[in-house]
């Protein structure tokens, strides 16, 4: 079982910039992929960014059409820790962001959730 500690959420006004922390622990030698999803309210969650392992060390990242060019995902994996920078932040990327680690069998865990909120 992975468990996933995000961190960085607040307030920002539109145009600025966030970073949002992930730290992993548990079962993380088991982890395939992780990722970045948000809900905003009466919304479903999505995906904002995921990274994914492609052979032995390399990865690659997929991103939502509505944040690529202003949001990156990176892992530092000596600390077990995933990020998404967040730059150029619209009213519209409020939502609660949620981290997410999936396992080679296929098993999701998910953070608690930190709160982004970007004002006009």
């Known amino acids: 079982q992975v468990h996933l500690v995000e961190s960085g959420g607040g307030l920002v006004q539109a145009g600025g910039s966030l970073r949002l922390s992930c730290a992993a622990s548990g079962s993380i030698f088991s982890v395939n992929a992780m990722g970045w999803y948000r809900q905003a309210p009466g919304k479903q969650r999505e995906l904002v960014a995921r990274?994914?392992?492609?052979?032995?060390?390399?990865?690659?990242?997929d991103y939502a059409d509505s944040v690529k060019g202003r949001f990156t995902i990176s892992r530092d994996n000596a600390k077990n820790t995933v990020y998404l920078q967040m730059n150029s932040l619209k009213p519209e990327d409020t939502a609660v962001y949620y981290c997410?680690?999936?396992?080679?069998?296929?098993?999701?865990?998910w953070g608690q959730g930190t709160q982004v909120t970007v004002s006009s």
């Open positions: 990274i994914t392992r492609s052979g032995t060390t390399n990865y690659y990242a």
């Open positions: 997410s680690a999936e396992s080679t069998r296929g098993t999701v865990s």
